[in-house]
């Protein structure tokens, strides 16, 4: 069984603005709210520009016209984020991958993003795929002060 810890979650629900670039703007949030570790939960909204890395394609593709946000989904983290995104255009015709900068909100975009209190998401390079991966550490919880001991409760 693969090792995992668990967290409360705290979440913050935001609303994008016409010309936002999405992925600019959950970045600068992260830093702005220096998230250790968070997650998408969900988004909606709409794009005019979809900028995309596709599997195993080692630049962007950009499409243009308009299109519906059907799926955001990933890691935020001051240390590095991870983020995936689906669009449909007017035919239902939908493509995904690797969010990249400009992508750019035609109405609007709204996102529910949770923060997981208790964690710490890093990249760290994988052995085997060579690549800045995922590792979950517990957030450090600071040290008491020395010789401060918690008072015992009275009988």
């Known amino acids: 069984m693969v090792p995992a810890l ?6 913050y629900a935001l609303r994008l603005r016409p010309g936002d670039d999405l992925r600019q ?3 600068a949030f992260t830093e702005q709210h220096q ?5 998408m939960v969900t988004c909606v909204g709409s794009l005019t520009t979809a900028t995309l890395r596709l599997a195993n394609q ?11 946000i059907v ?4 890691t935020l983290a001051v240390g ?8 449909a255009d007017s035919t239902g ?3 995904g991958g690797h969010l990249l900068d400009g992508n750019i909100i035609y109405t609007t975009a709204e996102l529910v993003v949770g923060v997981l209190e208790e964690l710490d998401f890093r990249r760290e390079t994988d052995p085997v795929s060579t690549y800045k991966e995922l590792v979950v550490y517990p957030l450090a919880k600071p040290a008491a002060p020395a010789g401060k001991t918690k008072p015992k409760a009275q009988k």
């Open 93 to 95: 015709r939908t493509i």
């Open 6 to 11: 668990a967290s409360p979650m705290r979440t």
């Open 58 to 68: 080692a630049g962007p593709t950009v499409y243009k016209g308009y299109f519906e």
């Open 80 to 87: 590095g984020s991870h983020l995936h995104l689906a669009v």
């Open 35 to 39: 998230i250790r570790a968070g997650a």
């Open 25 to 27: 703007q959950l970045l």
């Open 71 to 74: 799926s955001l989904v990933g």
